[in-house]
């Protein structure tokens, strides 16, 4: 939670990165944003990561939830917005900020339906699968 790892786009991509885009080529449900920061920025408030570079370049369509209790350093809004579909393990405080955060309109219903989407996704390809 304290560190920050500081590279350059190109030691990003590299190295950093050839490991995760691996994964990403076996199409799992779901993937895991973590702790650390990455140039500064908390990973689960990264949307060059989140969105960018998994969803836009990779083309990655599973779910993508924030490493346990990580969000104690992060904003929950910033974090949906960046790409997070679930922040991990859930709880009554996250469930009122984003409350407040959508009443207040700095959250919007289309800044949540991706996560539904992908959460959605995620539940009927397990689904699916128990059948076969």
Known sequence: MKVSSNLSERTLR???????????????????????RINGIYAPNCPELLIDILRCEWGYKGLVMS???AMEQCDYVTAVKSGNNMIMPGSKKVAKALKQALDSGM?????????????????MSAATSQEA
């Open 107 to 123: 959250l919007t219903r289309n800044d949540l339906l991706p996560g539904a989407t992908y959460a959605l996704r995620v539940i």
């Open 67 to 69: 490493d346990w209790d």
């Open 14 to 36: 590299e190295i950093y990165l050839k490991g995760f885009r691996i994964a990403v080529e076996a199409a799992p449900w779901a993937l895991m944003s973590s702790y650390n």
